[in-house]
């Protein structure tokens, strides 16, 4: 799975955006969001497939985290695939 077709669901946007705070346990996650525990897991597997975020088991529990280093290659991307504007707002005249 690459990072595009991670980022196309809300929950795992949204999962990214509580990351951005710092490391949160698999539960507490899991409890922003009106999902099933399975269902959750499935958002985390994607996510950590594309490289966006990295989980850390310690025991019983799991700690995930975002790796800032995949997402600003993917906001680098997206910024370059849009390139400059001029001041009317049109890369072309």
Known sequence: MDVFDALAHP?????LRLLR???MS???LAGHFDV?????SRHFATL???????AEKTG???RYRLNTSVADE???LVMGL?????RKGSAEE
Not at 11 to 15: A, E, L
Not at 48 to 54: M, S, T, Y
Not at 82 to 86: E, V
């Open 11 to 15: 929950v795992r946007r949204d999962v």
């Open 21 to 23: 705070g710092g490391p």
């Open 26 to 28: 698999a539960g507490d």
């Open 36 to 40: 099933s525990k399975p269902t959750m």
């Open 48 to 54: 950590k497939e594309a490289g966006l975020i990295q």
């Open 60 to 62: 019983q529990t799991i």
């Open 74 to 76: 993917a906001v680098a």
């Open 82 to 86: 849009l390139g400059p504007r001029n």
